[in-house]
């Protein structure tokens, strides 16, 4: 690499421009038309931004730790993840539904799908032990709010877990009148496709950008389109007020990405912490994927002598026929004792942790009878 190229900031861009041009090739037949990009594969891995699918395993993640102090997932934990994540994901397969979007100024219908369509059916499936259905609920409900930061102007007026998103009950407000002017136009930049839309919002209200196709048509040039590529409602590609990438190409607020996908995740985290309150402890880790604890207390005293080994082994099989099942454990407990003495006590939630302390299990003391 030249000198002069480190040191020409433009031609860096204009190269990284035409690399994204190059993957969005690549990608074009699997590309949603518009939100968060849906999955990871589809931001190259992090290159055009982070995904729905991102958000959610990060968060829940995250949420794993926080609830019940596990960092190391289970695989029944990962399964739960990535049923959340693919509900989720699932959203973007409805390009006509701007509710679904929180796109077009739609905020009230918006909310209506995430507290009323999904919300209530999280905590009854659960009742019914039915996993799979309340997680598919569970990441609807979470695209579309975070869809929320990715298409409205929140993140321009402030950004941060917006308090009524998600809340039953509660309006989201307050919104531009239906005349009301919202957007003006944007700066054609020099670069190809990009454009300069800082200065576009002429609002200080809720607003979104509409979206062509959709069931909310844009009532006039005084409406902030939502932009990028495949929107028809603008001229050119540069035009609209979506985040939903860090790439020009894809969304003219692409420096407000960063913005939107931290408010997104912070609000994430916000909606499953209320939605816990209203669930019991058995509910909530059945939603997680998260296991029973497994405890076992084993006699080490030297009467134990003749059988320790098959001891050993036994344990360790039974820790081995629940891996990757739903009774895989979250958490591993390791009593040995002898007369008069307890312990050490093995305390984890790694099974090679757990059974490593169980092959070096010995026989010796107590004082009394070999049996």
């Known amino acids: 690499m030249s000198l002069e190229f480190e040191k020409n900031p433009r031609r860096r861009r204009r190269l990284a421009l035409l690399a994204a041009l190059a993957l969005l090739t690549l990608l074009l037949p699997l590309l949603p038309a518009h939100a968060f990009f849906p999955t990871n594969l589809l931001t190259g891995f992090g290159f055009l931004g982070i995904s729905h699918q ?169 409406k902030c389109s939502h932009g990028g590529p495949f929107d028809g409602s603008v001229t050119g590609a540069g035009l609209g007020i979506n985040k939903d990438s860090s790439d020009c190409a894809f969304s003219p607020r692409y420096d407000l990405h960063g913005g939107a996908v931290a408010s997104a995740s912070e609000a994430t985290k916000k909606f499953i912490r209320e939605l816990k309150a209203e669930l019991t402890q058995k509910q909530l880790k059945l939603l997680f994927g998260v296991g029973p604890n497994l405890a076992m207390a084993i006699d080490t005293t030297g009467s134990m002598g003749p059988i320790i080994a098959g001891v050993r082994q036994a344990a360790i099989n039974i820790v081995d026929a629940r891996l990757g099942t739903d009774e895989e454990p979250s958490k591993y407990v390791l009593v040995p004792f002898s007369d008069p003495s307890v312990g050490p006590t093995t305390v984890t939630t790694e099974p090679d942790v757990f059974k490593s302390g169980i092959r070096a299990l010995g026989a010796s003391g107590g004082g009394d009878c070999p049996e």
């Open 54 to 222: 991102k958000i959610t395993e990060r968060t829940v993640e995250q949420l794993d730790a926080e609830f019940f102090g596990i960092a190391k997932l289970t695989k029944p934990m990962k399964k739960a993840i990535e049923q959340i994540a693919d509900g989720n994901i699932k959203v973007d397969e409805d390009q006509t539904t701007s509710a679904k979007h929180f796109d077009g100024e739609n905020f009230a219908g918006g909310q209506v799908f995430v507290t009323r369509d999904n919300r209530p059916r999280i905590k009854p499936a659960l009742e019914n032990d039915d996993a799979a259905t309340a997680r598919f609920h569970l990441g609807q409900a979470l695209h579309t709010i975070q869809d929320f930061y990715a298409h409205s102007d929140w993140i321009e007026l402030g950004g941060g877990p917006h308090p009524s998103v998600g809340v039953p009950g509660a309006a989201i407000g307050p919104v531009a009148g239906p005349a009301e002017t919202t957007c003006g136009t944007c700066t054609v930049l020099p670069l190809p496709i990009c454009s300069d839309c800082s200065g576009e919002l002429s609002t200080s209200r809720l607003t979104s950008g509409y979206y062509a196709g959709e069931d909310r048509i844009k009532p006039g040039a005084f």
